[in-house]
């Protein structure tokens, strides 16, 4: 787990970052990655969904017409997910993901295009429902991507939980004074994730850090791979106890 800091949410920094990078890239509805070249943009289902479910809470109890449209909307969403669980319970490989997403998936996307064109004109543009609509139709081709490579998720629900913690934390935090520390905070965030992705326990690992890497050549690769969150040689004093 990788975050990086920027002053702006210009689009030249992502396409400065993943220079070089080929392939897919699960985003969300951020304008700034259509700037990149040489990746195909993979849309985000949960994003989609959840302005359904907004619209939906954001609805008075007299507007029967437009709940009963947000709902046809989130029932696409849900047929979408409904057939992912299957696949994930089944444990699918990505060959049989990808052939069954075109069996099953395709027509659900096809039929919800269909309904996404009919309703646009019906329903007010700024309303929650209308945006809802406009986000869809506006990110249609990113959010038919996943029908392209069995080995693409239908969200990025992995990425969104990892940037949580340090969300929920900065309520906590408040703010970083200067980019300079801000950038460093991106670093420690790196670090202590992807220390829980590799089933360390944060604190230990760091701790285990500290006394290492003054003892260490930092710029030679070959000494820093032993230390790295992933690493089959750390101490088993790293290692979480829920593992």
Same mark, same amino acid.
């Given at each position: 787990?990788?975050?990086?800091?920027?002053?702006?949410?210009?689009?030249?920094?992502?396409?400065?970052?993943?220079?070089?990078?080929?392939?897919? /890239?699960?985003?969300? +509805?951020?304008?700034?990655?259509?700037?990149?070249?040489?990746?195909?943009?993979? +849309?985000? &289902?949960?994003?989609?969904?959840? =302005?359904?479910?907004?619209?939906?809470?954001? #609805?008075?109890?007299?507007?029967?017409?437009?709940? +009963?449209?947000?709902?046809? +909307?989130?029932?696409?969403?849900?047929?979408?997910?409904?057939?992912?669980?299957?696949?994930?319970?089944?444990?699918?490989?990505?060959?049989?993901?990808?052939?069954?997403?075109?069996?099953?998936?395709?027509?659900?996307?096809?039929?919800?295009?269909? &309904? /996404?064109?009919?309703?646009?004109?019906?329903? #007010?543009?700024?309303?929650? /429902?209308?945006?809802?609509?406009?986000?869809?139709?506006?990110?249609?081709?990113?959010?038919?991507?996943?029908?392209?490579?069995?080995?693409?998720?239908?969200?990025?629900?992995?990425?969104?939980?990892?940037? =949580?913690?340090?969300?929920?934390?900065?309520?906590? &935090? #408040?703010?970083?004074?200067?980019?300079?520390?801000?950038?460093?905070?991106?670093?420690?965030?790196?670090?202590?994730?992807?220390?829980?992705?590799?089933?360390?326990?944060? /604190?230990?690992?760091?701790?285990? #850090?500290?006394?290492?890497?003054?003892?260490?050549?930092?710029?030679?690769?070959?000494?820093?791979?032993?230390?790295?969150? &992933?690493?089959?040689?750390?101490?088993?004093?790293?290692?979480?106890?829920?593992?």
């Amino acid at each position: 787990i990788l975050y990086d800091y920027q002053t702006t949410r210009a689009g030249k920094h992502p396409a400065r970052y993943l220079s070089g990078y080929k392939g897919y /890239l699960q985003v969300d +509805g951020y304008a700034g990655y259509n700037q990149l070249t040489d990746v195909t943009l993979v +849309g985000c &289902w949960a994003h989609a969904r959840r =302005k359904y479910t907004d619209a939906l809470k954001a #609805l008075p109890p007299s507007a029967q017409s437009a709940e +009963g449209t947000a709902k046809e +909307g989130l029932a696409f969403c849900n047929q979408l997910y409904a057939i992912e669980r299957e696949l994930k319970k089944e444990q699918r490989s990505a060959d049989e993901r990808y052939t069954t997403r075109l069996k099953k998936s395709k027509p659900i996307l096809q039929a919800f295009s269909a &309904w /996404l064109q009919k309703q646009a004109p019906r329903v #007010l543009p700024k309303s929650a /429902l209308g945006q809802a609509i406009h986000y869809c139709r506006e990110q249609w081709d990113k959010l038919n991507a996943f029908l392209k490579d069995g080995r693409l998720e239908l969200d990025n629900n992995r990425a969104e939980r990892s940037i =949580k913690p340090f969300v929920m934390g900065r309520k906590a &935090w #408040l703010f970083a004074n200067t980019p300079k520390g801000a950038r460093s905070s991106a670093i420690i965030y790196s670090v202590v994730e992807t220390a829980k992705e590799n089933g360390l326990n944060p /604190l230990n690992y760091l701790t285990y #850090l500290f006394e290492q890497l003054p003892n260490m050549e930092i710029k030679d690769p070959q000494q820093l791979d032993p230390v790295l969150p &992933w690493s089959d040689v750390l101490p088993p004093s790293c290692q979480s106890p829920i593992n």
